[in-house]
């Protein structure tokens, strides 16, 4: 390799290098100074993010025979993932400090973690994609289980691990079956291997259903959702939030750049079919059982399970539109999910309590911008309009409907009628209903937390009004994958 051929490795150098450097300082930070590290990771973020702005640019780069990619597809998804990771940093400091769990590994660990998302998005490789979740999950089990004198916690954290540990096994299953039909494990490869052997193996079609079974895990589609209401109400509430949005999209990102680049000849008969079944199972199951919740984290769990249906649209289009539709709405559910969960952690209390919708009760009287600023989070959630979750929503469903897929644009309306009944219930919680003792008590603002707030409600605005930019910047991302 050439010196050159090392700058689209900038970005998880600092990122690995950042994580290191917090690991090592950390036996030498006193106690009461720990958040400093915490402000390491953030300035690491912000300098990946500002290396990728050179790599911009209309023809992707191959490195390590073609394992690692970089184009304005993968690049996308690491801004996005840069974005997640520094947010969770920023809103977690407070956090540990109350929680006394304020060490150096955590910051570390999610720079790791946001490192296996980048490896994940730029993968051209099974290899490379196996290694990209691997370095995500390890770093994901620690971080469930941080609390590790809360029994809860660590219930979390070990359900996780097991049922990840599982989840692997079928992914590498699927993988070694792709690589016995077809001689390889490049995305490319598989792909001119399975348009030249004409009608699909017996084992290509097996290692296709392993893989899916292996994604559905990460990114907690039916029926291999059962970890994810577990794990999100055990872990920690910073460590939550990133667990909805970081892997779940970068999940989506691998998926489709395995399905779209390796496996698409198998797309119309397919993948395709299978994925409109899960899409529907998916946003189904998690908008019903939600409206049973009475834990908002819990609630915001299956929430999260049922916009995992959503997204899975844009896949099952299987056309531009449907993937820069799923694009869009990524990044609208990151803003409107960690803005939703920033403001659920500022109102929990030492333990990781007050984490039930009653807690909420008066919330709009005792604490008016908080709840005005949550209300404007479960709207957007709902898709109710000049919102970016109603653009997203309409993008998706409009995709879908252009394909063909009438009855599945009507069943993800109908689901996003049924969500407004849970979300509204914590808005009329807030509003309509009179604080009782032992209600939600509101810390002074913290300049992080109040700044992420902010930022993300002017952003959810931005999204449902002006959403030209990032859809423009979505189209010319998956462009990289034709």
């Not at 941080?146 to 996780?160: A, G, M, V």
């Not at 009944?421 to 604080?435: H, Q």
């Not at 913290?446 to 931005?462: K, M, Q, T, Y």
Request: proline share 4%.
């Amino acid at each position: 390799m050439t010196g050159i051929d090392y700058l689209p490795l900038v970005p998880q150098l600092i990122l690995i290098l950042g994580g290191m450097a917090i690991m090592l300082l950390e036996p030498f930070t006193a106690p009461g100074n720990k958040s400093r590290l915490g402000q390491i990771a953030v300035v690491a973020t912000a300098a990946a993010a500002y290396s990728l702005k050179f790599q911009w640019e209309p023809h992707a780069r191959g490195l390590f025979f073609g394992m690692f990619v970089v184009d304005n597809y993968s690049i996308f998804f690491q801004w996005l993932f840069l974005v997640i990771t520094g947010i969770c940093v920023l809103i977690s400091m407070r956090f540990n400090e109350r929680e006394s769990t304020n060490r150096g590994e955590y910051y570390a660990l999610l720079l790791f973690a946001c490192s296996g998302m980048s490896i994940m998005a730029a993968s051209a490789d099974l290899i490379l994609t196996f290694i990209g979740i691997e370095i995500l999950s390890i770093a994901t089990y620690i971080l469930a289980g941080f609390r590790r004198t809360d029994p809860r916690c660590n219930e979390s954290s070990l359900k996780y691990f097991l049922l990840g540990s599982f989840a692997t096994a079928f992914l590498l299953y699927g993988i070694a079956l792709l690589y016995g039909s077809t001689g390889s494990t490049n995305y490319q490869i598989i792909r001119d291997v399975s348009a030249f052997q004409g009608p699909p193996q017996t084992t290509t079609l097996v290692g296709l259903g392993l893989l899916l079974v292996g994604f559905g895990f990460k990114i907690a589609l039916v029926p291999f959702h059962a970890w994810a209401p577990d794990v999100y109400e055990g872990a920690p509430t910073p460590v939550t939030a990133f667990m909805t949005v970081g892997p779940k999209a970068a999940g989506f990102a691998a998926l489709v750049r395995v399905l779209v680049q390796a496996l698409p000849a198998f797309g119309p008969d397919y993948w395709t079919r299978i994925l409109w079944v899960l899409s529907i199972l998916t946003m189904t199951l998690g908008n019903v059982v939600a409206i049973r919740q009475t834990n908002i984290k819990r609630m915001l769990a299956y929430s999260s399970i049922a916009h995992a249906g959503y997204i899975l649209i844009g896949i099952v289009c299987n056309s531009g539109a449907g993937y820069s539709a799923l694009l869009f709405y990524l990044v609208a559910y990151t803003v409107m999910n960690l803005g939703a969960f920033t403001i659920v952690l500022t109102l929990t209390r030492a333990g990781d309590k007050n984490v039930n919708v009653d807690d909420y009760a008066g919330l709009g009287r005792t604490a008016p911008f908080l709840a005005a600023m949550l209300s404007l989070f479960l709207i957007s959630l709902s898709g109710i309009p000049l919102t970016g979750g109603f653009i997203g929503k309409f993008y998706l469903f409009s995709a879908a409907i252009r394909q063909g897929f009438l009855g599945l644009a009507i069943i993800g309306v109908l689901n996003s009628l049924v969500s407004v009944a849970y979300y509204f219930r914590v808005i009329v919680t807030m509003y309509m209903r009179d604080p009782h003792e032992g209600v939600a008590q509101v810390e002074v603002l913290r300049i992080p937390v109040l700044a992420v707030v902010s930022i993300a409600a002017i952003a959810i605005l931005w999204l449902g009004i002006y959403p030209s930019q990032i859809l423009n910047l979505a189209d010319h991302s998956i462009l990289a994958l034709k």
